[in-house]
């Protein structure tokens, strides 16, 4: 399978744009002109530079306003396609895009579109070049890639083919079933693009808001099939519009395109086996079994204070490594490692972060197979030297610096509490939690949709609708993601500023990925009096909100008095109930959440965060206020 993406999808001057489109592992490219026209090196050198990278020009584009057009201006689009013919072989590349026209003076009609680009197939075939017609969906006769199909049958011209976009079809609601009755050696090139499903302008819609495929809502899987199952074996490209990524990072966003091509051959594949797709075998998507641990990087007073705060949650400092200086914390399910290290990946993070979460375990079906997945998706292994006896787990590096373990029953790895940690105290009863429900991690809005893809590809992870979280000096938006039995919850929140909550956290911790860990319980009440009895100071929630709780839903007097006495938020939907309690914010606005979770409750609490956000940031240092040195807020 040959990759490829547009320059246009990646932020940057050219040069930085080919340099991160090599180093994320793609073929080609295609050029768009502008960004060709911007760059100061001649034709022939460019074209060197791009081959000097290990990769080819798959695609010049776009060739505009060509079909259809009365005299003179006909004429005069046959001189500058002339001129686009002298670039393009100065470059070195064979094959053009020419959209649909939107000329104001074009004209309609198959027959005489069909016969402008037959002449147009003519004088391209006699230089070596290629003509690839696509169907824009803002096209003024032609924005329909049935039509533009017909148009280049009519042609009937070996250098004539048609160019399909996904966006250009799925946008517009037009079957893509109908793309398998096109034979596969006259579609010339596949430009793929996923966008949200937004109800506006298709031209501004593609323009601002396309995503790679799978971060948004088109069936991109089903146009890829109809595709593959015409026998196409040419490049397949991404053409991604989207603001963000104009301001994103260019290897960020080259890194994740070709993921997400990757993943969703891959998902091609195995919904249709029977298509002939050039592609390395992988895993399937890793089943999800739980959070296997979270490890702190934390050192000196900071790591005492944290155990501290474990010990008021009612979990057992139950053993420590057996050659490091990592300290294991359990309460039922729940594993918690807090590394005080002083060298490796724990103490960079540190020294980074100050204290914060550095390491997340996942349990899955096979760690082996999850990094090899991962590892064919363009994820970098994460790799530590391990002492004699001890057991080498699988990891990978994950978003913003993270380290991301993966461990199984079947190959031992979940024995790694056995082998490599010393008990030091029994299991004590603890408070009643019994495992981890949710990890909610914090990014800058503009790289939700990266955290996303990464998680989405990797593992088998459902996505909810984004939505808005409502924090007193701002929105926070936040989308959930969770393995199909609710075993993996993750909720992703992207901060747009300084001033959230979720904003001042990632600035404070220089980007910090985990904010919070929500603990499950069983009985809320119960923990809750248990917490009291280890000494744990809840987070106060104001009276008020108790009062307008007792407005919004019918809840007995004497229930609604022990929601009050013991700061526990409340919720519910149609499917059941949420209740929530949350632990004082620490070490620069990371905190614990306690959950219940009654009936089938799928969502998170959203309604009660304003409350929540506006109580913790009274106990928050003020703003503009420095942070002090050692107390970890």
Known sequence: MKTSIATVSISGNFTEKLEAIAAAGFDGIEIFEQDFIAHDGDPREVGDMIRAMGLEITLFQPFRDFEGLPEPLRSKAFDRAERKFDLMQELGTDLVLVCSSCH???????????ADLRELGERAAKRGLRIGYEALAWGRYVNDHRDAWEIVRRANHDNVGLILDSFHTLARGIDPETIRRIPGDKIFFVQLADAPAIDMDLLYWSRH???????????????????????????ISLEIFNDQFRGGRPKTIAKDGYRSLVALMDDVLRAEPTLSVDLAKMPARAKAEGVSFVEFASKGAEAEALGQLLETLGFTHAANHVSKSLSLWTQGDIRIVINRE?????????????TSVCDIGIAVANAAQAVDRARHLGAVPFIQPVDPGQLDIPAIRGQSGSVLHFIDQSSGLSDVWDVEFTPVAAPQAGAGLTRIDHLAQTMSYDEMLSWSLFYTTLIDMNKSAMVDVIDPDGLVRSQALESPDGALRITLNGAETHRTMAGSFLADSFHASVQHIALATDDIFA??????????????????????????????????????ASNILYDEDAAGVFFQLYSRPFAGGMFFEIVQRFGNYKGYGGPNAPFRIAAQKRLMRPKGMPKTSGNGD
Do not use: W
């Open 104 to 114: 104001p003076q074009a004209l309609g009609g198959i027959d005489r579109a069909a």
């Open 209 to 235: 808001f396309r995503n790679m495929p799978g971060e948004g809502d088109l069936d991109v899987t089903g146009f890829m099939r109809a595709v593959m199952a015409t026998g196409y074996a040419g490049p």
């Open 342 to 354: 002083a060298t490796g990946h724990s103490s960079s993070a540190y020294t980074m972060h100050g």
């Open 527 to 564: 923990t809750a009096t248990a917490l009291n009895a280890c000494g744990f100071q809840a987070l106060p929630i104001s009276q008020n909100y108790y009062t307008d709780l007792a407005a919004r839903f019918d809840i007995p007097s004497e229930k609604l008095e022990r929601l009050r």
